[in-house]
């Protein structure tokens, strides 16, 4: 089951992403980010993006073996229909795209009483301002900093001045959501995205790509809280 709210992680949390893991090998290469805060798990079905990823039985396995709790990111067509199925598999957060959604608030409940987070994600060319009335249905946003589909793209700080806004909205209606970045994040651009009010970043090559995972992990938090202090 997913964690209570008493026991979720402190921001900045740091979620890698094992889209650049070795799928080969991914029961190890999970054990390797222990000290993180949740797996990133990308399910790309084809449609909604041009690549083709996990499916729930790859989750599934996924879900048995990992030693963080799963954050899923869903870039698929028709989430109304399939989102369910991954908290039903015990996917601590769900996050579905605004772009892909029929009723957005009516599966954020669904999903939070399946006992999952739900989050929402947009496009790096959607506006966020749809996003503001219903800011409490959610436990998370995830505003895309690359276009949704491969990893290892460049980081878009054009996306920052609407992350600022969402953060301003948020801080305005006293809701406690997560704001969570996903693409390019690394140790050149995790500290713009923080100052920028990310409290959760998803980092793909920037932790699987270092030698020593345990110590990026944990730079990547210090630079995130550096970050998000002005320092």
Known sequence: MPASRAELPA?????????????????ADLARIATADFAHVD???????????????????????????LDVHLMITDPDRWAPGYAELGAASVTFHLEAATDPVALARRLRSMGARAGIAI?????????????????????????????GQGFMPETMPKLRALADEA???????????????????????????AD???????????????????RLRGLARAGSLGG
Do not use: C
């Open 11 to 27: 921001a900045p949390r740091i979620n890698p992403s094992i889209l650049a893991a070795d799928f080969v090998n991914m029961q």
């Open 123 to 151: 496009k790096p060319g959607t506006a966020a301002e749809p996003l503001y009335d219903i800011l409490g249905e959610f436990d998370q946003i995830l505003v895309m900093t690359v276009e949704p589909g491969f990893g």
């Open 43 to 69: 399910v790309m079905d084809n449609h909604f993006v041009p690549n083709l990823t996990f499916g729930p039985q790859m989750v599934e396995r996924i879900q048995a073996t990992s030693p963080i709790p």
């Open 200 to 218: 959760t970043f998803v980092a793909g090559s920037a932790v699987y790509g270092s030698q020593d995972i345990e110590a990026a992990v944990t």
């Open 171 to 197: 801080k305005r209606r006293g809701s406690d959501v997560w704001l969570q970045v996903d693409g390019g994040i690394s140790d050149a651009t995790i500290a713009q995205a923080a100052a920028a009010g």
